[in-house]
Every structure is written in structure tokens, then in C-alpha cells.
Nanobody
Framework: QVQLVESGGGLVQAGGSLRLSCAAS????????MGWYRQAPGKQRELVAT???????NYADSVKGRFTISRDNVKNTVYLLMNSLKPEDTAVYYC??????????????????WGQGTQVTVSS
């Protein structure tokens, strides 16, 4: 059973920094692209940043230059360093990962997994 556990959310003042972590555990064969999404009250969920297994990254325009996504393949963990936080960044942040697992008879199965979400609140 694969699960993603997020941590690091909390309250922070505008201009401050916060680092989110998401650790994957379970019967993992390999982890491909990982990413962070967020959803603010009354708004659609949006992509924040993604990172491939080889380290290629992409960011939403709204966070480019402020946020940095990274990963530790030994710990199966993805991070999101958020600098210069703004009240508009307030949202529930969700971790996502495309993970391959080995089923019975050695069959590989790849699918997306999601974390439970962690609240980030930026006060002005």
C-alpha cells in the first residue's frame, strides 16, 4: 500500500518562508514525476510545481522565482520551499506523485497518488 504523508504547513506572515515535505512509503518500485498542487477556498485546484525523476522542474507563473521544488530520491521525499509568501498563497497544498508498484506475478502498475493536504496560511 502506497501513501504520501505531507508536513510543514502552518501559519506564516507575509514575506516569510515555509518548507513543505511529502514522503512516499509502501511497496514502491519507482517514483516518476512528483508535484505540488494547491486549492484556495472557492477556487479551483491549481498546479504549483512539478519535478521529474531526473530533476527537471516547472512552475506556475504565480510562484516562479519564489518557490523551489526539490526531491530526495533516497528518502522518496519531495519538498517545496516557499519564499516571499503572500496572502494569495493561502491554500491547502497537496502532494502528487506518479508511482510504479510491482503487483503479483511481477506485473508493474503505474498511477497517481495524492497526499492528504496541508494547510498554509499567510497573514498580512
Amino acid at each position: 500500500q502506497v501513501q504520501l504523508v505531507e508536513s510543514g504547513g502552518g501559519l506564516v506572515q507575509a514575506g516569510g518562508s515555509l518548507r513543505l515535505s511529502c514522503a512516499a512509503s509502501g511497496s514502491i518500485f519507482s517514483i516518476r514525476t512528483m508535484g505540488w498542487y494547491r486549492q484556495a477556498p472557492g477556487k479551483q485546484r491549481e498546479l504549483v510545481a512539478t519535478i521529474t525523476a531526473s530533476g527537471n522542474t516547472n512552475y506556475a507563473d504565480s510562484v516562479k522565482g519564489r518557490f523551489t521544488i526539490s526531491r530526495d530520491n533516497v528518502k522518496n521525499t519531495v519538498y517545496l520551499l516557499m519564499n516571499s509568501l503572500k496572502p494569495e498563497d493561502t491554500a491547502v497544498y497537496y502532494c502528487n506523485a506518479h508511482i510504479w508498484t510491482k503487483q503479483s506475478m511481477g506485473v508493474l502498475d503505474g498511477r497517481d497518488y495524492w497526499g492528504q493536504g496541508t494547510q498554509v496560511t499567510v497573514s498580512s
